[in-house]
C-alpha cells in the first residue's frame, strides 16, 4: 500500500514537472490542490487523469470527480486499489 | 475619424458565402455533424465540406496554401469583392490564426513517419504567419501584412488592431479578421483539455458540458473616410469600438467573476463613446464550456445591470472556430445592424444557476439594431470586445 | 517614449541593460534553469511553463531586479510581444505526446499558443492591461514602435514588449520597457539594442 504511494509521488513529480519537490516532500494525507497544498490546477488535474489511463488504466470521464480523487496522496492511492 | 466598413465575407460549415449562412442562421439550423471531420469520426465538429483542393477549384484560388489560407483567402476575397487596389490607398491586411498551416504539417509527418511522399518543403506552410502572406498574396495587398496570434480572440484583435492603424494614420484600409482550419492537432489537444461535449454544444445552458470546435474564417474591410472618397464604396456599418484587457488568472481557465471580460467590455464602450443601454444585441463568446459562460455571464451582468440586450452566442451554428471567430461574429454583427436581425442561441433550455440569464431563443427580423457588442476571449486570459455600428 | 531597461538572454549570453553578466554553468543543456535557479527565486510554475514563457519570466525577473516596474493590480502596462515561429517547439511536442506517446498532454496543449506567455506575465504581475502577440518574419524596430505609438498615445503609462523565440536549436528572448517619460526612440537605437 505505501509502496503505490511512493510510486505515485514520483510519477506527480515527473508528470507534473514538480522539479523543487522530492517524493519525501508530500505528505501523504496533505491537500495536492489549492493555496494549502502543492498548489496544483487544473491543468495538472487533467494531467493525472492522463496518469490513471496511462499507468492504472482507469478512466475518469468527467473532470469534475477529480476533486476528490486528486484530493491527496491517500485518496488517490485508495481511488487506484478500489478501480483497478 | 470614424472607421467605415465596407466589405464582409466568411466561410465555415454554414456556408462558403453570406446568403448561405443567412439561410443556416435562419432556419436555425446547426452546421455541427458527427463524423464531420474524417481522420477523428467520433467527434462532433463543424467542417466545410471542401477539401483544399476543391477550394482552390470552386473558388477560383491561384495562389497555393495551407487549408487555413485557403479559407482565409475564401473569406478575404468575398470582403475585398469589388475593391480595387490603387497607389493612392495604402492598403493593407491583418489575419488572425491560431493553427496557420497545421494540417499540412500533420500531412507531411504522417508521410514522413510512413515514409512516403514526404516533402520537406511543405512544411514552409506552418508558420502562422505564412497564411497570411498567402491571402495577401491572393489578394495582390503587399503594403502592410501582419498576423496575430492571440488564440480565441485573433481576429478580434484584427479588428482592433486595422481600427488603430487608419486612426494613427499607417493606413486607409485594411482586411482584417480570422482563419483557422481544423486539424488533428487542435481536436486532440482540446480533447486533452475535456472540454467538448459528445452532445451539440448548449451554449449558456444549465446543463451545457463543453464546446464543439469548428473550422472557417471571416473577413471585414476597414476605411478611413479619405479611403472611402476614393474607392467609392458604400459602408455597410462602423466599427466603433474596441478593447483588449488581461484576465490575470490562468493560462485556458476565465476568472470566476468574469474580470477581464467586464474590463473589455467596459472599455469597448468607452472608446465608442456608448452607455450599456445603448447596445441592441450582444454577440456573446459563448463557447459552451462550464467556466467560460458561467464567467462571462457575471461579466454581462455587472455591466448590464438588470436592462441585459438580447444576446447570444452563435457557436451552437458554426462551432468555435478559434482565431476565427471574431471575424465570423463581426459578419453577423454586419447582418444584424443591416437587416434587423437577431441570432438565436440554439439547444437552450435551462438557464445557469448562479445567474439566470436567458438568451435569444428565436431567429428575428425587423428590429432597430444600431450597436452590437461582441465578445472574444481567448487563453492566455486576452479578453477582446469590438462594438459596430449603424452608418 | 524612453527605455527604461532592456534584458537579452541566450544560452551564450546575458545582457542586462546592455552589459554583459557571466552564464551560470548549466546541467544537461538546460540554461534556463541555470538562471533560473541562479536568481534564487520560488515560483514552481516556472517548471511547468514552455520555453517562450520560461524565457519571459526569467528576463521580466531579472528586470525586476533593476528597475521597479509598474505596481501591481494595474492596466497601466500593456504587453506587446512577437516572434516567427509562433509556438513551434512546443507545437512538435505536443503532436509527439499524441502520435508517439498515446495521449495528448493537456500541460503541452496548453503551451501550442505564443499568447500564453503574455498570460503568464500577466498573472505574476496582476496586470490586467492590453496584451498581443504578433507573428512576424523577423523582428521589426519600426512596427514595435508603430505599436508603442498606439498604447502610450491611448493611456498607457508604460509598454513591456519582446522578441521570444523557441526552435529545437535556438532559443532567445529580448525584453524592453518602455515608459511614457520624456524622450526619444530610434529604429536604430532598437535595433542596436536587439542585435547587441
Not at chain 2, 458527427?34 to 470552386?58: M, W
Not at chain 2, 478593447?243 to 472608446?271: K, R, W
Request: glycine fraction near 8%.
Amino acid at each position: 500500500m505505501s509502496e503505490l504511494r511512493q510510486t505515485l509521488k514520483a510519477q506527480i513529480i515527473e508528470q507534473l514537472n514538480l522539479e523543487d519537490l522530492t517524493p519525501a516532500d508530500i505528505k501523504n494525507d496533505a491537500p495536492l490542490f489549492g493555496n494549502d497544498g502543492l498548489g496544483l490546477d487544473s491543468i495538472d488535474a487533467l494531467e493525472f487523469i492522463v496518469l490513471l489511463e496511462s499507468s492504472y488504466d482507469i478512466k475518469v470521464a468527467d473532470p469534475s470527480a477529480g476533486k476528490e480523487i486528486f484530493h491527496s496522496i491517500d485518496s488517490l492511492a485508495a481511488y487506484i486499489e478500489k478501480n483497478q | 475619424m470614424e472607421i467605415f466598413i465596407t466589405g464582409y465575407g466568411m466561410i465555415s460549415c454554414i456556408g462558403s458565402t453570406i446568403d448561405e449562412s443567412l439561410e443556416y442562421l435562419r432556419a436555425e439550423k446547426t452546421g455541427i455533424q458527427l463524423g464531420a471531420f474524417e481522420a477523428l469520426p467520433q467527434y462532433r465538429v463543424g467542417v466545410v465540406p471542401f477539401s483544399n483542393d476543391e477550394i482552390k477549384a470552386k473558388f477560383n484560388i491561384s495562389t497555393d496554401g495551407s487549408r487555413t489560407a485557403l479559407l482565409g483567402m475564401v473569406a478575404a476575397k468575398q470582403a475585398f469583392e469589388g475593391h480595387k487596389l490603387n497607389d493612392s490607398i495604402r492598403t493593407g491586411l491583418i489575419s488572425g490564426t491560431s493553427v496557420g498551416g497545421m494540417d499540412i504539417s500533420e500531412r507531411e509527418y504522417k508521410n514522413f513517419l510512413e515514409q512516403t511522399n514526404h516533402n520537406p518543403a511543405n512544411y514552409k506552410h506552418h508558420a502562422s504567419g505564412t497564411s497570411s502572406e498567402e491571402i495577401a498574396k491572393e489578394l495582390g495587398v503587399t503594403e502592410f501584412i501582419n498576423t496575430i496570434s492571440t488564440a480565441c480572440s485573433s481576429a478580434a484583435n484584427s479588428l482592433m488592431m486595422g481600427a488603430r492603424m487608419i486612426k494613427n494614420g499607417l493606413l486607409d484600409r485594411v482586411i482584417v479578421g480570422g482563419t483557422d482550419g481544423l486539424s488533428s492537432f487542435t481536436i486532440s489537444g482540446f480533447k486533452s483539455l475535456m472540454i467538448f461535449d459528445d452532445e451539440l454544444c448548449r451554449p449558456f445552458d444549465e446543463s451545457r458540458k463543453g464546446l464543439n470546435l469548428g473550422e472557417g474564417a471571416g473577413f471585414i474591410v476597414l476605411e478611413s473616410e479619405k479611403s472611402l472618397k476614393l474607392s467609392g464604396k458604400k459602408p455597410l456599418a462602423k466599427l466603433t469600438g474596441w478593447s483588449n484587457a488581461s484576465d490575470a488568472f490562468h493560462q485556458t481557465a476565465s476568472s470566476p467573476n468574469g474580470y477581464g471580460a467586464t474590463i473589455s467590455m467596459q472599455e469597448a464602450l468607452n472608446v465608442a463613446g456608448l452607455q450599456a443601454q445603448d447596445i441592441d444585441y450582444i454577440n456573446a463568446h459563448g463557447t459552451a464550456t462550464p467556466n467560460n459562460d458561467l464567467s462571462e455571464s457575471h461579466a454581462i451582468k455587472t455591466i448590464f445591470k438588470d436592462a441585459i440586450p438580447p444576446f447570444s452566442s452563435t457557436k451552437a451554428y458554426t462551432g468555435h472556430t478559434l482565431a476565427a471567430s471574431g471575424g465570423i461574429e463581426a459578419v453577423f454583427a454586419i447582418l444584424a445592424i443591416q437587416q434587423g436581425l437577431l441570432y438565436p442561441n440554439l439547444n437552450f433550455s435551462t438557464p445557469i444557476e448562479e445567474t439566470g440569464l436567458i438568451p435569444q431563443l428565436k431567429f428575428e427580423e425587423g428590429k432597430t439594431i444600431k450597436n452590437v457588442l461582441s465578445n472574444s476571449f481567448g487563453f492566455g486570459g486576452n479578453n477582446s470586445t469590438v462594438i459596430l455600428s449603424a452608418i | 517614449m524612453k527605455i527604461i531597461s532592456s534584458i537579452k538572454i541566450n544560452s551564450t549570453q546575458i545582457l542586462v541593460n546592455g552589459v554583459s553578466r557571466e552564464i551560470p554553468v548549466a546541467e544537461e543543456n538546460n540554461w534556463t534553469k541555470a538562471l533560473y535557479t541562479s536568481l534564487e527565486l520560488s515560483y514552481p510554475k516556472f517548471y511547468k511553463m514552455d520555453s517562450l514563457a520560461k524565457m519571459a519570466f526569467i528576463s521580466l525577473q531579472m528586470m525586476e531586479k533593476e528597475v521597479a516596474l509598474s505596481e501591481m493590480e494595474t492596466s497601466d502596462v500593456a504587453l506587446i510581444f512577437a516572434n516567427s515561429s509562433s509556438s513551434q517547439a512546443t507545437d512538435l511536442k505536443f503532436i509527439d505526446s499524441y502520435t508517439e506517446k498515446g495521449s495528448p498532454s493537456p500541460s503541452l496543449f496548453v503551451y501550442t499558443l505564443p499568447n500564453i506567455l503574455t498570460g503568464e506575465i500577466s498573472i505574476f504581475k496582476k496586470w490586467y492591461g492590453e496584451n498581443i502577440f504578433f507573428i512576424d518574419e523577423n523582428f521589426n524596430a519600426e512596427f514595435f514602435i508603430d505599436q508603442i505609438n498606439f498604447y502610450l498615445s491611448k493611456g498607457s503609462k508604460a509598454c513591456l514588449c519582446g522578441w521570444v523565440s523557441a526552435l529545437s536549436d535556438t532559443e532567445e528572448c529580448f525584453l524592453f520597457y518602455i515608459t511614457n517619460e520624456e524622450g526619444t526612440l530610434t529604429e536604430n537605437e532598437l535595433n542596436t539594442l536587439f542585435k547587441q
